[in-house]
């Protein structure tokens, strides 16, 4: 598996927590798409013509919920994996949010974040595409 083959978007309104995942990811070689909010998170896909492979969205944020968001992109992106993080534990996770594929409770390390992705893009089945 080579990471570069895959786009993973970051959708975290926690500027210093998004900006953490995101340099994680890009530094183990992913494309990494990075949104503040789901709204913007939604403009971001919707700008970007490649597979995104893995959404990570954040639970609590303003405008649009990463619940909702996750709905939304798993609409025109059915075969997207999606990780849901909250600081808030189970009380957070709604009956809706049983299509995610795994959630996270912060604080995430690197390494768990990292082994979590992987894992996701196992799961998938994903054959890389050649370069």
Same mark, same amino acid.
């Given at each position: 598996?080579?990471?570069?083959?895959?786009?993973?978007?970051?959708?975290?309104?926690?500027?210093?927590?998004?900006?953490?995942?995101?340099?994680?990811?890009?530094?183990?070689?992913?494309?990494?798409?990075?949104?503040?909010? !789901?709204? +913007?998170a939604?403009?971001?896909?919707?700008?970007?013509?490649?597979?995104?492979? @893995? *959404? /990570?969205?954040?639970? %609590?944020?303003?405008?649009m919920? !990463?619940? +909702?968001?996750?709905?939304?992109?798993?609409?025109?992106?059915?075969?997207?994996? @999606? *990780? /849901?993080?909250?600081? %808030?534990?189970?009380?957070?996770?709604?009956? +809706?949010?049983?299509?995610?594929?795994?959630?996270?409770?912060?604080?995430?390390?690197?390494?768990?974040?990292?082994?979590?992705?992987?894992?996701?893009?196992?799961?998938?089945?994903?054959?890389?595409?050649?370069?």
């Open positions: 598996m080579d990471p570069s083959d895959y786009c993973i978007l970051v959708a975290e309104d926690n500027e210093i927590l998004r900006y953490v995942t995101s340099k994680t990811l890009s530094e183990h070689g992913y494309c990494v798409l990075q949104a503040a909010d !789901g709204r +913007e939604m403009r971001r896909e919707a700008e970007y013509d490649g597979r995104i492979h @893995v *959404l /990570i969205t954040n639970v %609590d944020m303003p405008g919920r !990463g619940h +909702e968001l996750a709905f939304q992109m798993r609409a025109k992106r059915p075969d997207m994996k @999606v *990780l /849901i993080v909250s600081g %808030d534990g189970e009380s957070d996770f709604p009956p +809706e949010a049983r299509s995610h594929d795994l959630a996270l409770l912060k604080p995430v390390d690197s390494t768990a974040l990292l082994s979590t992705v992987a894992g996701l893009l196992k799961d998938r089945g994903d054959v890389p595409s050649a370069h």
